[in-house]
């Protein structure tokens, strides 16, 4: 059974960081690509980062560019999501995604964070930034 448990939100002040995990169970993280994802209040799901299964190929949309970094452990079967610099536009609750496939997050282009392309997803961590 897939499942996938984020953690690692809470409140920080703006410039501050947080590292997000999301532990992953019936399946092998490096076999998919993985993406992470977040809406705030009001506002349509974004997707904001994403891993290739080799780990090779990794994308993040312009928003978080230079600030956000996605990478996992293989070991422990878990991805993450460091963030630094945060802004109260940050604020969000953020969810990670296993990919269908392994043709996920391939591109490191804008289409690589496509909702539909992602099949499993956690049930979120909330991230407040406060200004």
């Known amino acids: 059974q897939v499942r996938l448990v984020e953690s690692g939100g809470g409140l920080v002040q703006a410039g501050g960081s947080l590292r997000l995990s999301c532990t992953a169970s019936?399946?092998?993280?490096?076999?998919?690509?993985m993406g992470w994802f977040r809406q705030a209040p009001g506002k349509e799901r974004e997707g904001i980062s994403c891993?290739?299964?080799?780990?090779?190929?990794?994308y993040s949309v312009d928003s978080v560019k230079g600030r956000f970094a996605v990478s996992r452990d293989d070991a422990k079967n878990t991805l993450y999501l460091q963030m630094s610099s945060l802004k109260p536009e940050d604020t969000a609750m953020y969810y990670c995604?296993?990919?269908?496939?392994?043709?996920?997050?391939?591109?490191?282009?804008?289409?690589?964070?496509?909702?539909?392309?992602?099949?499993?997803w956690g049930q979120g961590t909330q991230v407040n930034v406060s200004s």
């Open positions: 995604a296993r990919g269908r496939s392994s043709a996920s997050c391939t591109t490191e282009g804008p289409s690589d964070m496509e909702s539909t392309d992602f099949g499993y």
């Open positions: 891993i290739s299964w080799s780990g090779l190929k990794k």
């Open positions: 019936g399946f092998t993280l490096a076999s998919y690509g």
